[in-house]
């Protein structure tokens, strides 16, 4: 493995890929560059003498300015290195290059799901509980506990994948876009195709109406939903019982079949990032987003707070003027929502971010993008709604985590592919795929990953991500996740309004 690395021709600052010592030389691009302070592991160095408000360059893309003169192998971070952020912007349609980068099989890959009967495609066969209010959120877990014992048989036998409850605090006391937020979140849950049954339980009270919440969900999903109000219930813990025991006889009947790569919806995302992030394990997504896309599936990307800087690439894939123009107002609006509440558009990264490398948010958002690689994009989704259609959809949601993860099952993701510098254990609930950007995080933390992307900095490519496929293939097709081992399985929903 080299000591340093060059993203782009046109970068003025490279990344240390080992912790680098003060007086070292490093080789790059034919030239050497001795550098003049310690740089910690996926930080940066100057390549070029910049003065006070010179352009930073990393990934071809600027990443903000120069707050102080910079000499050549000098430490480029947070005290010499500002964002240029500031506000909403008027975007021009562009034209990119849809040049590909996407990875090239002998044979298409094929892996084993369940067809459901709208015709969308499932990586796991399970019951879900979902409470329409906080109230019978711990009610919902003491339901699916339960069933689980009960059916454990069938459970061992793969027969069904899983019961599972997916508590949240909120259903009551939310008024107009809010309440309506909470209600298509929990619409598009229900809708999943993972769930082959879906109990939504009631309290009876609660402003998220049953009634409106069933009305919500897509006509084609409807057949597999069962509702139980709580207070009109008499022992509503036995009714719920006996409604899961009925679900679980028609889920077991379900069988995995042959499926095309093309029929996975897959879900892009990055938490924890660190300077690794944008070298390996987000590559690695971009290149296997251009591969889905060009077989006909559907790779979904979001954290729309976090393509801050690094928009301009996205928007100019767009297949045609009305996908642009959605996604362009998409982008204005998450700015004029941090800019109402009186805060700065830049107000990341986090500290786990700069710790890790990461100093603008042009700098992150550069290396997030790039998990969509440069596959066309064909549709921009509000948040509740369902990817309809092949080719990257852009999700309207925010950075956190959860709150986005959650967004993307909800919109019809499949597989979760969760990109991290820094770890996290907690999944979601689509299977969540944890990927390291660097090996220490993959070899400390094996519970948590589920795979190393830090291999591209020692071999091919090519080898990685045919390594990479398989992995997702035998995932896809019914092996466990790290967090699905590790009983990780949780829901966020986006809290935007007042509380009564």
Request: hydrophobic share 45%; proline share 5%; charged share 20%.
């Amino acid at each position: 493995m080299s000591d340093a690395m060059q993203v782009h021709a046109a970068d003025t600052v490279a990344v240390a890929l080992r912790p680098l010592r003060a007086g070292e030389q490093v080789a790059l691009a034919g030239a050497s560059h001795v550098l003049a302070q310690d740089i910690p592991q996926g930080h940066k160095f100057s390549l070029k003498a910049h003065r006070a408000g010179d352009r930073v360059v990393k990934y071809g893309l600027p990443i903000g300015r120069a707050s102080a003169a910079i000499a050549p192998g000098e430490h480029v971070h947070s005290h010499n290195l500002v964002t240029a952020l500031v506000g909403e912007e008027q975007y021009v349609p562009g034209r990119a290059s849809l040049s590909t980068g996407a990875a090239t099989f002998d044979e298409e890959p094929v892996w084993q799901g369940y067809r459901r009967a709208d015709g969308r495609a499932a990586t796991r066969n399970e019951i879900w509980i979902l409470p329409t209010v906080g109230c019978v959120a711990l009610t919902a877990e003491q339901i699916a506990r339960s069933a689980e014992q009960r059916h454990a048989a069938l459970i061992s036998a793969g027969k069904i994948d899983g019961i599972i409850a997916y508590p949240h605090p909120h259903g009551c006391s939310q008024l107009g876009d809010d309440l309506a937020g909470t209600r298509a979140l929990l619409a598009g849950l229900a809708a999943h195709p993972n769930a082959a049954g879906v109990l939504l339980l009631g309290l009876g009270c609660e402003s998220n109406q049953l009634a409106a919440l069933i009305d919500a969900i897509p006509l084609s999903a409807r057949a597999k939903v069962r509702s139980l109000s709580s207070q009109a219930a008499g022992d509503e813990l036995a009714e719920a019982g006996a409604i899961i025991d009925a679900m679980v006889a028609e889920a077991a009947q379900a069988q995995r079949e042959p499926l095309p790569l093309g029929a996975l919806v897959v879900g892009l995302k990055c938490g924890g990032s660190d300077g690794f992030s944008g070298l390996t394990a987000n590559p690695l997504l971009g290149r296997f987003s251009e591969t889905l896309a060009a077989a006909g599936g559907t790779p979904i990307l979001t954290e729309i707070p976090e393509i801050f800087g690094a928009e301009q690439a996205l928007l100019d894939r767009a297949v045609d003027a009305q996908v642009f123009g959605a996604a362009a107002t998409l982008v204005n609006r998450f700015k004029r929502y941090y800019l109402d509440q009186g805060l700065p558009v830049s107000e990341n990264p986090s500290p786990g971010n700069i710790a890790g490398g990461i100093t603008t948010l042009e700098e992150k958002s550069a290396g997030a993008v790039q998990k969509a690689g440069t596959a066309p994009l064909t549709s921009v989704i509000a948040y509740g709604a369902q990817a309809d259609r092949p080719g990257l959809a852009l999700l309207e949601a925010p950075g956190n985590d959860a709150v986005s993860s959650t967004a993307l099952t909800a919109a019809g993701a499949t597989l979760v592919l969760f990109t991290t510098g820094r770890g996290t254990p907690l999944g979601f609930p689509a299977p969540t795929v944890k990927i390291a950007s660097n090996r220490a995080l993959a070899t400390s933390k094996q519970h948590w990953i589920d795979f190393d992307a830090s291999a591209a900095l020692e071999g091919t490519v090519e080898t990685v991500d045919r390594a990479f496929m398989n992995r997702l293939i035998a995932i896809a097709s019914g092996e466990r996740t790290a967090a699905e081992r590790a009983g990780q399985r949780a829901i966020a929903i986006w809290k935007k309004g007042v509380t009564l």
